[in-house]
């Protein structure tokens, strides 16, 4: 990953989920915010409704592998949780990698657009 760091603090996690924009879709749920450093941050999270240990990994692996292919075409100063759903057990991530780079990445786009105008 070029640009892009990590998020491992829950306190980031927590951050996003209140405060950023919500993108939804059948396989995943992703949450954008801006986050004023020259680098992108990453969070995947996939809960036990998406199924056991396996099925989990499977759906964080299917998530790293079309975040990559879509890494250089997003905005840098971006903080993204992705978030499992059930749904992404059952596609590859060649569909995953589709959505994002059509339909999803046209939508966090306009979410940070949104949010850069707004002041708190």
Do not use: W
């Not at 056991?52 to 993204?80: C, F, H, M, S």
């Not at 596609?91 to 949010?115: A, N, P």
């Amino acid at each position: 990953m070029l640009h892009t760091d990590i998020l491992k603090r829950n306190k980031d996690f927590v951050t996003l989920y209140q405060r950023g924009k919500t993108i939804v879709s059948p396989y995943v749920v992703i949450y954008v915010r801006k986050n004023r450093l020259k680098y992108n941050r990453l969070g995947i999270t996939a809960g036990k409704k998406v199924g056991g240990a396996v099925q989990r990994n499977r759906a964080k692996r299917v998530i790293r592998a079309a975040y990559r292919e879509v890494e250089q075409l997003l905005p840098v100063g971006t903080d993204i949780v992705i978030v499992a759903r059930a749904a992404i057990c059952s596609i590859r991530s060649t569909e995953l990698t589709q959505f994002l780079m059509g339909q999803g990445l046209r939508r966090i786009k306009k979410c940070l657009s949104e949010s850069g105008g707004k002041s708190k």
